[in-house]
């Protein structure tokens, strides 16, 4: 009796549940001012003439960038790029990366895990500045912004600051239990 009764009811409660589905997926969907990554056509209404999705494929090109000194090690990773402008409101793009070298026959670092920073005008050809703040190895002639706690997962970010003279910071949130974070400061033009 049951799977009688199961068998009537349930194509009914399908047909239901579509009727439902398709009206609400005809409702438009608001994006606002939001940049959406079109990978499918989840909010794409229709697709006239000649344009169509498809996903290109990756271009092998020149190397952008080598970590070839003795902080940056051998496992470099976690690269965050973001376009920023210097002092003079030129832009500029900035990146932070982990710099860290592991020993495939011991297992282990070889020495603890850094932050590094390297810059560039057009996000291709790139420059590490020697920025004096880390000391590593003995010497503070390097691009290392942060080294402690958290360098493994480093999370950089810029953000508009309230202070009296307007100012941009790029704020730097080490993953950990320690203090919010070292900022920098610069102010704005």
Known sequence: ???????????????????????????????????ELFVDDHVIGKIEGDARLDLQQP??????????????????????VFADTDASGKALFRMYYRGSNYNRKRRDQTHRQVVCYAE???????????????????????????????????????TPVRTAAPTLATRLFPRSTGPAGRTTRRKEK
Not at 14 to 34: K, L, N, R, W, Y
Not at 59 to 79: F, I, L
């Open 120 to 158: 560039s005008r057009d996000a291709i050809h790139w420059t590490k500045p020697k920025l004096g703040l880390i000391e590593f190895g003995g010497s503070k002639e390097n691009n290392i912004v942060w080294d402690g706690a958290g360098s493994h997962c480093f999370t950089p970010s810029r």
């Open 1 to 35: 009796m049951l799977n009688m009764f199961s068998c009537r009811i349930l194509p009914i409660v399908c047909v239901i549940g579509s009727v439902t589905f398709v009206s609400q997926a005809a409702e438009p969907i608001d994006i606002g001012s939001h940049r």
């Open 59 to 80: 271009v092998p090109r020149d190397v952008a960038v080598v970590t070839s000194k003795p902080w940056e090690g051998n496992t470099c990773a976690y690269y965050t």
